[in-house]
């Protein structure tokens, strides 16, 4: 845990000596940025590339805050002032359907409803359409949404506080 807090995986606060859902989740975002299998598992080759891993690299340096998602490792960067300040395992859309580009936060509800869905989105921030980041059960290690980007409890609050209007969403 130590490891994944110094490298921006795991936030300060999440130390229980125990592997639990915060950790499980940190170490499914170290994996898939590292290229590993993402098991959630503190497994033998996790633990030989943490000592040598380094913290997680913006694609675009700006000073401005931004979030940098990476559909294919199901990552997403929360930057400020250049630098990462926090890396998330996320799941994005099945078969593609979450749209690439560069977009910016231009809606957020605290408990948002989806029509075509029926179901409550907490912590939902809009980026474009109906695609949002949201809080959700279920967040597994391949993309499983209907185009938005799932995001693990309790890190959904995390991205909302960050995501603030305007912020930079960069998709790829």
């Known amino acids: 845990q130590r490891r994944l807090i110094q ?3 795991l936030s300060r606060n999440a130390v229980t000596g125990k592997l639990d859902y ?47 998602v990476n559909r294919f490792k199901g990552v997403a960067l929360l930057i400020e002032k250049g630098k990462v300040q926090r890396a998330i395992h996320v799941s ?14 231009y809606r957020k509800e605290r408990m948002s409803w989806s029509r075509p869905f029926g179901v409550c989105l907490p912590f939902a921030s809009y980026f474009q359409g109906g695609y949002a980041f949201h809080e959700y059960p279920s967040v597994p290690s391949f993309s499983a949404s209907h185009g938005c980007i799932r995001v693990g409890y309790p890190e959904a609050r995390r991205v909302y506080e960050c995501a603030s209007f305007g912020t930079v969403v960069s998709i790829t």
């Open 7 to 9: 490298l921006r995986y």
């Open 22 to 68: 915060r950790t499980a989740q940190a170490l499914t975002a170290f994996q898939a940025w590292e290229g590993l299998p993402r098991t959630g598992d503190a497994n033998l080759a996790t633990r030989q590339r943490a000592p040598i891993a380094k913290t997680p690299v913006p694609r675009v340096r700006s000073q401005s805050r931004r979030i940098e």
């Open 92 to 105: 994005t859309g099945a078969g593609g359907r979450t749209p690439r580009g560069a977009f910016r936060i």
